[in-house]
């Protein structure tokens, strides 16, 4: 194994760092990708197992989603809301056709934006004194700040209150909290059916089915978050699907676009009626441009049946990482997985030294590595992969026998 991850600090080239401290400073600037595979300002390539945060679900540069967008480019790149295109309405009828139809979609640019026209969608469906959402702890549903009040992780709100109000937080999977915390003010229950910025934890059928029947009594609409789970992940084309239940609204964003920022709300039809002109807007969301990257991506996806494959790769993705040194535990659905680590091992640490040998992986809590491999991903880049972290976590392992910090 070679190290060849440029030291942490200004990306390199430059003495200094031009972006504000949200996020630590970035370790490699990329320069290429193709496929699962990424290469860097120096020429060192590395195998892409977090694809973006779960958004380049095709792989880098795909030919067919680049055509499209380099033909859109030079064709019609935006009119604005106001008018209709045929990239867009292309991909709202795919999207209903796979959500099941009956439904209407409001395109936005992120996932957050999905998750605030789905909030402000169920507050005007549920009218004045009915406005507030239940979600759950451990939830991740974007940063703007009604999605940030959503997001059931109460360190990221503090610095920002008052966030709105209006959202309540029950223990992820817990049926009998959720039952309690629904009162007449209430409008929707919101829920991820695998928690990914919380470490990847699906719901158990349990929790979902009872959230489903307990909207269903007291007249709440249930949102589904597939922003990170959507379209073929979880080895489903909604994750919802591995619960047997119908969601009113789906929201979704990140593989939408393979890269391109596009998200969707969707909503059944008799909701969506709750939206009139001039209720919520955008000026980008859905434009042609993102729009037909959605649309080839979409068509890809369709072809080569993006779930089935999920479903096999991340099978055998799953059985090699429990095998590896210092994994207790692998959890998640499809090719969206975790490996929890033995206690005394960091994530971070192995993160970052994969990293540094070719291999990103997420470290998605300070003792669990996710993995969000592109849904094409090969056996043998699966193998590859593997081999590399199984190096890394075994150094890890040696050195906490040792007694040693890595
Ligand atoms: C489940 C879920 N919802 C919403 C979001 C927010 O999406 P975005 O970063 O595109 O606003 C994310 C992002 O990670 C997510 O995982």
């Not at 507050?123 to 959402?133: E, N």
């Amino acid at each position: 194994m070679t190290a060849h991850s440029e030291a942490m600090g200004a990306p390199a080239g430059l003495d200094h760092c031009p972006f504000m401290p949200t996020y630590a400073a970035p370790a490699v600037q990329f320069v290429r990708g193709q496929g699962t595979r990424l290469w860097d300002r120096d020429g060192n390539e590395y195998l892409d197992f977090l694809t973006g945060l779960a958004v380049v679900g095709l792989g880098h540069a795909h030919p067919e989603v680049a055509d499209a967008v380099a033909e859109q480019a030079r064709t019609l790149v935006h009119v604005s809301n106001l008018y209709a295109t045929v990239p867009g309405t292309e991909v709202a009828i795919t999207l209903d056709r796979l959500l099941g139809g009956g439904g209407q979609v409001f395109f936005t640019n992120s996932g957050a934006e999905a998750n605030e026209c789905a909030i402000k969608l169920a507050r005007k469906w549920g009218g004045y004194g009915r406005h507030k959402v239940v979600s759950a702890f451990g939830s991740f549903h974007g940063r703007t700040l009604a999605a940030l009040a959503a997001t059931g992780q109460p360190a990221k709100w503090e610095p920002f209150q008052p966030l709105p109000e209006g959202f309540v937080h029950v223990p992820f999977d817990d049926l009998d909290a959720l039952e309690a915390a629904i009162d007449p003010s209430c409008v929707a229950v919101l829920l991820e059916p695998v928690q990914g910025e919380g470490g990847v934890n699906p719901a158990s059928v349990r929790f979902v089915e009872g959230a489903r029947r307990l909207c269903d009594e007291r007249d709440l609409l249930l949102i589904m978050d597939e922003v990170q789970t959507g379209l073929g992940r979880t080895g489903e084309w909604f994750g919802y699907q591995h619960f047997g239940v119908e969601p009113d609204v789906v929201t979704l964003a990140k593989a939408l676009g393979n890269g391109m920022p596009i998200g969707a709300c969707w909503a059944r039809r008799d909701v969506a009626a709750a939206f009139s002109p001039g209720d919520h807007g955008t000026t980008y969301g859905g434009q042609p441009l993102a729009a037909s990257a959605a649309r080839a991506t979409l068509a890809v996806m369709e072809r080569e049946g993006v779930p089935q494959l999920a479903e096999r790769a991340g099978a055998h993705l799953r059985h090699a990482v429990e095998l590896l040194p210092g994994v207790v535990e692998v959890r998640g659905l499809g090719l969206l997985l975790a490996a929890q680590l033995a206690d005394g091992l960091d994530a971070k640490a192995i993160a970052a030294d994969a990293l540094a040998v070719g291999l990103i992986v997420n470290p998605v809590t300070p003792t669990a590595l996710r993995f969000a491999p592109p849904l094409l991903v090969s056996a043998d880049e699966i193998d590859a992969a593997v081999a590399i972290l199984a190096e890394v976590l075994a150094a890890h392992v040696d050195a906490r026998a040792l007694g040693v910090s890595r």
